[in-house]
């Protein structure tokens, strides 16, 4: 019937939702793509326009590409125009180069950036961090630019060194010499600067989203341990508060937390308390309305006494007879429904007192004996006394429900036996007797108020179902427990009650 | 003389069958249904025995109020609680305020009415200065049963009706065992096992209160009590 169904708590589930934020990583990548997109559109403007300046500066110099081969005055032009990690070459028109400044690689290798570290044991700790855990981490998604390439580079404007380690941008512009075109200037730089441009601002990003990450999921894991304390705590109240017999036990607390759980637990707290008031109301009932019946029962009682008196027929007398017998049998009733509301008020009063159980069971059983002479009562109890703290005249009340009890489901001839046993810490009184068995299902429920198994019902005494509630109200109030089950040696019920021979008196 | 008996009964029906009942016993019947009405009646001229219910309408304790003020007006005459309300917290109140005796209305009136005799005579005996002839003794305890008034080591215990009659009950034969029932037909009342018990206390105690040993009710378990004559 149940399915295998997967479970999360409140902390897992916000956890879950919270890996909807590993998007923005991505987010961040697309971005320093663009952004890098753009710097080299800016890089490549910057080649073309350093070209066209130097080319401008060798526009109309018809001189200088006369003598073929390397021109030292070119070069001590472009050298002058020439900057770090730019290449000016000029060519001329068989695309010899004539003059050559700059260099592709960088004069100096980068520094590793130590300013922050070495400042506090944080700073230092999250360098280590860094240079352990998210360099390389960095590096497998936008690998870092490569000082360390061969300065060949392939046609054309966008092309990858020989070796394929760096990418190389060039621009270039002709010289004018009149109207001829007398060579070209030829500007190249690695795309370095702006992968490393582009990788400082990833790593960047990622660091912030990535500490954001853990701070957020700190606090979320947090906030959703602090509310599943609170729920679970909440549940856990309201466990408490109805005990297995579905008796309301006690009422929530109600929390003052302004949110819904707070207000979840006062409604619950509210509900308890209407749902106590209905079954004290219950409870309550049966004295209530034997109360009630009490009056109009005594007016009947006293018109017929009243009757009783006067000077009546024969025939009046036994129809008067009848009456008082109904009358009877409905005090009777009353009286019985009242019991176990009367019990629960005596148990508050009763005082215990030490005294000897196999002696009061023992006096019983000679009673019951008495009580149903055509009954068989079987008795075994442990030799020498067993003494108990508790109410004698209520074990005997609930000694008396057992045994009523018994004696009404016994199969005629059969005998009852009764056994009052020692355990480690506790004594058992068992009552067995050959009748039909328990329903299934019933054996918990039998000691409930108002609850009877009995098939069909006799005239004579009435039932109220109140015999057994009787005996766990009892073994209740001494700290035992009562139970019902089928023999397992014939074919009957054993009722037992199992009191603690050691406890805190209530 | 007709004596006067006053019923504070706020329902008419069982109002009228006791009127009924005690006047063809030739008893004078005063019967009020409310507290005010009963109170102004006691201050003109006192009854010679009150018989009170304790929920008066919508006065749910108006039948203590009463006892308590028609104490204060006489300190002997007798009072009857009779009351739907069994339960001993009740019964406790009630005595404690001073009545004599608590019924409830299972009463028959039979029992009733045996019980209002009952008390008239021991009214009528307290005051009169000759010892009465007819009495049990049993050990310490001697129950004068003219007046109905019960001695432990000659110092007056104080027993309502119903007790004295379960005293007498039990200490008639000692060492047998009175059952429950029995308990009940000799000091004609009709309640349940419980109260019995809780009857059975109170006696207890207020032998006890007297003399710290008493030990002569004895529980028997099952059946019901025993009166155990002294061993002394």
């Known amino acids: 019937m149940s399915r295998p169904r997967v479970t999360l708590g409140i902390r897992a589930q916000l956890l879950l939702v919270l890996t909807v934020f590993l998007a923005i990583p991505w987010l961040g990548y697309e971005y320093v793509r663009e952004l890098e997109r753009f710097l080299r559109d800016a890089q490549e403007r910057t080649l073309a326009g350093t070209a066209q300046a130097v080319a401008t500066a060798l526009h109309d110099r018809p001189r200088l590409f006369q003598e073929g081969a390397l021109s030292p005055e070119i070069e001590q032009i472009i050298r002058g125009l020439s900057r770090t990690t730019a290449r000016i070459s000029v060519v001329d028109r068989e695309q010899n180069v004539v003059a050559r400044a700059g260099s592709l690689k960088r004069a100096d290798p980068q520094p590793v950036d130590a300013g922050i570290a070495g400042d506090s044991r944080v700073a230092r700790g999250w360098a280590w961090l860094e240079r352990v855990a998210l360099q390389p981490l960095y590096a497998r998604v936008l690998p870092p630019p490569s000082e360390d390439f061969s300065e060949e580079p392939n046609m054309p404007a966008r092309r990858p060194t020989a070796d394929g380690k760096a990418i190389i941008v060039a621009a270039a512009n002709p010289i004018w010499v009149g109207d001829e075109v007398k060579g070209a200037v030829v500007v190249e730089q690695t795309t370095n600067a702006v992968l490393a441009e582009r990788n400082r601002a990833f790593a960047r990003l990622f660091t912030i989203v990535l500490a954001a990450l853990l701070i957020g999921s700190v606090a979320l894991t947090l906030y959703a341990s602090w509310l599943s304390t609170r729920i679970r705590r909440l549940r856990d109240e309201a466990e408490a508060a109805i005990d297995a017999h579905g008796r309301v036990r006690g009422v929530l607390a109600g929390s003052q937390a302004g949110d819904e759980i707070g207000d979840l637990s006062r409604s619950f707290s509210s509900a308890l308390a209407r749902l106590a008031q209905y079954a004290s109301h219950q409870e309550a009932m049966a004295s209530r309305l034997s109360h009630e019946l009490r009056t109009p029962i005594a007016v009947v009682r006293s018109s017929l006494d009243n009757l009783a008196l006067q000077n009546l027929t024969e025939e009046a007398r036994v129809v008067m007879g009848r009456a008082q017998e109904g009358l009877d049998r409905l005090a009777h009733i009353i009286t019985r429904m009242t019991e176990a509301t009367r019990l629960e008020s005596s148990l508050a009063e009763a005082e215990p007192e030490r005294f000897d159980l196999a002696q009061v069971v023992a006096g019983c059983v000679e009673g019951y004996r008495a009580a149903y002479p055509q009954q068989k009562i079987e008795l075994e109890s442990p030799s020498g006394s067993v003494p108990f703290d508790g109410a004698p005249e209520l074990i005997a009340q609930m000694f008396d429900k057992l045994i009523a009890n018994a004696v009404e489901f016994a199969r005629p001839g059969t005998a009852i036996e009764v056994k009052l046993e020692r355990e480690v810490a506790s004594v058992r009184l068992a009552v067995s007797n050959e009748g039909p068995r328990l329903p299934a299902g019933m054996e918990a429920r039998l000691f409930d108020s108002m609850v009877s198994v009995r098939e069909e019902r006799s005239a004579a005494t009435p039932h109220l179902g109140l015999g057994l509630y009787i005996v766990r109200l009892i073994a209740e109030h001494h700290g035992g427990r009562a139970l019902a089950a089928n023999r397992a040696d014939a074919e009957g019920v054993t009722v037992s009650v199992v009191l603690p021979l050691v406890r805190a008196l209530r | ?232």
């Open chain 2, 1 to 232: 003389m007709s004596r006067r008996i006053a019923i504070v009964e706020d329902e008419p029906a069982i109002r009228a069958n006791y009127s009924d009942v005690l006047r063809k016993q030739g008893y004078e019947v005063a019967a009020y249904d409310n507290r005010p009405d009963a109170l102004a009646a006691f201050r003109t001229r006192l009854p010679d025995l009150a018989l009170i219910d304790i929920g008066l309408g919508e006065d749910i304790d108006g039948g203590f109020a009463l006892c308590r003020e028609l104490r204060a007006l006489s300190p002997t005459v007798p009072i009857i609680f009779l009351s739907a309300r069994d339960s001993d917290f009740d019964i406790v109140a009630g005595l404690r305020l001073g009545a004599d005796d608590y019924v409830t209305k299972d009463v028959s009136l039979p029992h009733l009415t045996a019980r209002i005799a009952a008390l008239f005579r021991r009214s009528d005996l307290a005051t009169a200065p000759k010892a009465s002839e007819e009495t049990l003794q049993r050990g310490a305890l001697a129950l004068d049963l003219k007046r109905l008034s019960a001695h432990w080591k000659d110092k007056q215990v104080e027993l309502t009706l119903t007790e004295f009659w379960m005293v007498h009950a039990l200490a008639r034969f000692p060492g047998h065992v009175k059952d429950r029932d029995s308990l009940m037909r000799d000091a004609k009342i009709v309640v349940d096992d419980s109260t019995i018990t809780s009857h059975i206390k109170r006696i207890r105690k207020k032998f006890l209160a007297l003399d710290p040993d008493f030990d002569c009710i004895a529980t028997v378990y099952g059946m019901g009590y025993r009166w155990n004559a002294e061993e002394r």
